[in-house]
Antibody, heavy 115, light 106 residues
Framework: EVQLVQSGAEVKKPGESLNISCKGS????????IGWVRQMPGKGLEWVGI????????RYSPSFQGRVTISADKSVITAYLHLSSLEASDTAMYYC????????WGQGTLVTVSS | EVVMTQSPATLSVSPGERATLSCRAS??????LAWFQQKPGQAPRLLIY???TRATGIPARFSGSGSGTEFTLTISSLQSEDFAVYYC?????????FGQGTKVEV
């Protein structure tokens, strides 16, 4: 069974950095892109970026470029999202999803940024 | 970058009626278009990929059509469980992009 399991909820202060993880199982992890999607409270889906764990090819949304780093560790079948210089507006649910078509999604990680 | 525009923002329909949702791309995305359904408190669920292929386990009342820049998701006879928000996403170009969503309500 394919599963993507994300790390737990985070509470951060403005200016801090965020690291969340997404562990994939039940499929050949290196051969599928993993994407990250943000959803602010009551809003739509925002594409953040994506990684191909096989060779770590990575692409980012211009909206997050410079603040976001996506990485993956094949040995532990896990992808990571690092977001720096957090602001209150980064408060959101963050999802990982197996790409290209988004057939499997993680359960989401709720991130709250507040002073 | 490709901008995806969905219409209408909200669609009010009754159970048993047909619902037609539109998604337009600012430039061609070929058939690399997916549709997702999202219910409150849940992760999105893939309905359609390749513009017209139903994902595993998706009922036949959901159908997708289109290519290039114009796409349509049709729900032939709305069931109570279909009231949700629907998003399209292109996966032809970088960066990937979602539409802003269509809420299907009673």
């Amino acid at each position: 069974e394919v599963q993507l399991v994300q790390s737990g909820a985070e509470v951060k202060k403005p200016g801090e950095s965020l690291n969340i993880s997404c562990k994939g199982s039940g499929y050949d992890f290196p051969t599928y892109w993993i994407g990250w999607v943000r959803q602010m409270p009551g809003k739509g889906l925002e594409w953040v970026g994506i990684i191909y764990p096989g060779d770590s090819d990575t692409r980012y949304s211009p909206s997050f470029q410079g603040r976001v780093t996506i990485s993956a560790d094949k040995s532990v079948i896990t992808a990571y999202l690092h977001l720096s210089s957090l602001e209150a507006s980064d408060t959101a649910m963050y999802y990982c999803a197996r790409q290209a078509i988004g057939d499997y999604w993680g359960q989401g990680t709720l991130v709250t940024v507040s002073s | 970058e490709v901008v995806m525009t969905q219409s209408p923002a909200t669609l009010s329909v009754s159970p048993g009626e047909r619902a037609t949702l539109s998604c337009r791309a600012s430039q061609s995305v070929s058939s690399n278009l997916a549709w997702f359904q999202q219910k409150p408190g849940q992760a999105p669920r893939l309905l359609i990929y390749g513009a017209s292929t139903r994902a595993t386990g998706i009922p036949a009342r959901f159908s997708g059509s289109g290519s290039g820049t114009e796409f349509t998701l049709t729900i032939s006879s709305l069931q109570s469980e279909d009231f949700a928000v629907y998003y399209c996403q292109q996966y032809n170009n970088w960066p990937r992009a979602f539409g802003q969503g269509t809420k299907v309500e009673v």
